[in-house]
């Protein structure tokens, strides 16, 4: 089977025998997949990376470990990425994705996504609803880490967010945070992405030349740049917070000054379940389709990566070659 | 009356007329007061600061404004140290700390105590129960401040925390921690100083040469140092707390990541109300004795910035000339 591969900054493809499926797995056939920043930053040498990426996808169970149910056999799945033990403390408390001895498909030692056929345990699966598209199915994991905000703080309904950065995480960011029923506003670089989110009552702004000063109780940083936790700090409110949804690889320099004058919460937030995010795509309340720029097949990875990695570029997702 | 005035990094002594007494405030007579690392960072020119600094204080009320009750006259005394406005929206939630004019007592235009007679408004002033002598009552701003954490963020009896730094605010934070009911762990490099906090049934271990990872679910960085936060997001485990205690001037640069793969939250944390200080010094679960270094009278502040500067000194106070 192909499967893309990742080697010092190189995107190649390359022929591999069938993944064999261990107890607890099921071996999924690739429907389609999405080229996440992550990814991009996994080529650029994040986290030493070398391997197959890929986790954001839809995909059918083709085939389960003899021990596992066949009713999964033929579904169209979404699977969370974290392959957590199970038996921990944190697996206990519902936290496989802090779990330590994880691996995380496509990012730590766990093959990802961008290949024919990919293996993830059973209890990782959620059936996709025929009310979400295989397109809509590849943003389930995306939206779930926008979801994953709620999972940490009480935003109240009603309240003012400020979101910044309209790249793919923000402007799901925005839509989730909408849907909520926080009253969002989008601070961005690019009036066409910014377009996507206000038919969803998102207001919107292209970056202002002097930031407002302690104007939001609640902001999320999804720039990805170092510059965006500055600008998020300057922008939140005493006692205010600041949700870091932005990876940035390599030390970032930041005032302290301000956080601990105004005791600023800083939370860090990464992944999240999957339930919430197929609720909002099932009911329609987020909308993906629009931040699809390009699809590419598997075979066409390279200049697929290359597309994703275009300034303005959202969304590039994979398809098997056929 | 004599004050103390830093000016372009030096320590002057000056003679200037008694304060006059605006409505709402009270004329007090300096008892003692505690020279803080705030403001010797005021004297390396942190806020651009000029002037006369102190917010840590006890004193006795010599005079207040017509209107206001004679009761305060001849009272022992010690002071709120942020002048709110006492109307913003800010003020009516209780949280005049943060009110957007206020001025600060010895930082932000207001002149501090170190000097004879100093002036607040008669809502910031707390009598000061003869259980407390006029020593320790110094040292309520600090203690507050320490308090101040868990204003912020609850932490449940039993809890391990781990607080970095045995300085003075260090020492003081492991204090009010123990004393509200956590397992306080002090990571210092001074032996002796580790040695007061240990009466009280915290334990103390010298900076190791490799921290602990994803250790503690609350970690308090009181190290006043740039390795200090980075450090305690170490020993932090996912989903866990930092409390950032330390001032540090200028930037500081910081490794996004763990912060945000292992959901860390970080709160900045500065003073607090004073009412929880009183009730543990007035209950002598704090050692504060302990901390003070030495005594300086006010004709001596340059020789007692020194000495208060000089690496390993804790509390430095002041004193009345007389």
Redesign the interface.
């Known amino acids: 089977m192909l499967s893309v591969h990742l080697e010092s900054g190189r995107v190649e493809l390359r022929s591999q025998p069938l993944p064999r499926i261990p107890a607890g797995f099921a071996r999924i056939r690739l429907l389609a997949a999405g080229i996440c920043s992550t990814d991009l930053e996994l080529q650029r040498g994040y986290y030493g990376f070398s391997g197959t990426p890929g986790h954001e996808f839809a995909g059918e169970v083709v085939a389960v470990h003899a021990d596992e149910s066949k009713d999964w056999l033929g579904r169209r799945v979404a699977g969370e990425i974290n392959l957590a033990c199970g038996k921990c403390e944190?697996c206990k408390r519902g936290?496989g994705r802090?779990c330590?001895t994880r691996t995380v498909l496509g990012i730590v030692r766990h093959p990802g996504a961008f290949r024919e056929f990919l293996t993830l345990p059973v209890r990782n699966l959620h059936r996709v609803p025929t009310s979400i598209s295989t397109e809509q199915a590849v943003f389930i994991e995306p939206v779930a880490a926008a979801c994953?905000i709620l999972a940490?703080v009480k935003i109240p309904r009603g309240d003012a967010v400020a979101v910044l950065g309209d790249g793919k995480l923000g402007l799901l960011v925005a839509q989730v945070l909408q849907a909520h029923g926080a009253r969002v506003h989008l601070v961005g670089r690019h009036r066409d992405k910014m377009r996507i989110v206000e038919k969803r009552g998102v207001t919107t702004e292209l970056v202002p030349k002097k930031l407002p000063r302690?104007a939001y109780r609640w902001v999320v940083d999804a720039t990805g740049s170092a510059e965006g936790?500055r600008a998020a700090v300057t922008m939140c409110e005493?006692?205010g917070t600041v949700i870091?949804?932005?990876?940035?690889?390599?030390?970032?320099?930041?005032?302290?000054?301000?956080?601990?004058?105004?005791?600023?919460?800083?939370?860090?937030?990464?992944c999240g379940r999957f339930e919430p995010a197929l609720r909002l795509l099932a009911g329609k309340k987020i909308d993906v389709a629009g931040l699809i720029d390009e699809d590419f097949p598997l075979d066409q990875a390279p200049a697929a990566f290359q597309r994703a990695a275009t300034k303005g570029v959202l969304k590039v997702l994979l398809r098997p070659s056929r």
């Open positions: 944190w936290l802090h330590p994953e940490q302690c936790l005493p006692r870091m949804k932005s990876t940035v690889h390599g030390l970032i320099s930041i005032d302290t000054a301000p956080v601990i004058v105004n005791e600023v919460t800083l939370v860090g937030s990464r």
